[in-house]
């Protein structure tokens, strides 16, 4: 058997638990600037999850109106680099001023 390291055999079972889709949705909120694409993280970002549904505060309605459009994508992308589906829907909320 080929050695492993602990770190990567512990991420791997934690990820397959419940507890480890709670830590891929936290990991989409604290890297959001990250694992977003730029031109949305600097309009939008993440204020919660509830579920498998992404809360996301939008910084004007053209924008609001313009992800929309982006949605199936977005939530295609986030989940590709979640690794997993963590997201199935994304509400949009235009920001309060």
């Known amino acids: 058997m080929e050695p492993r390291l602990l770190a990567n055999v512990l991420k791997r079972y934690v990820h397959s638990k419940p507890l480890g889709e709670s830590l891929l949705k936290i990991e989409v909120l604290n890297q959001w600037d990250k694992i977003c694409p730029p031109v949305i993280a600097r309009h939008a970002k993440p204020v919660g999850f509830k579920d498998k549904k992404l809360s996301l505060e939008v910084n004007s309605s053209a924008w609001l109106n313009e992800l929309t459009f982006f949605k199936e994508d977005l939530i295609d992308t986030l ?17 309060e001023a």
């Open 79 to 95: 989940n590709q680099k979640a690794g997993k589906q963590v997201i199935k829907e994304i509400r949009f909320y235009l920001k």
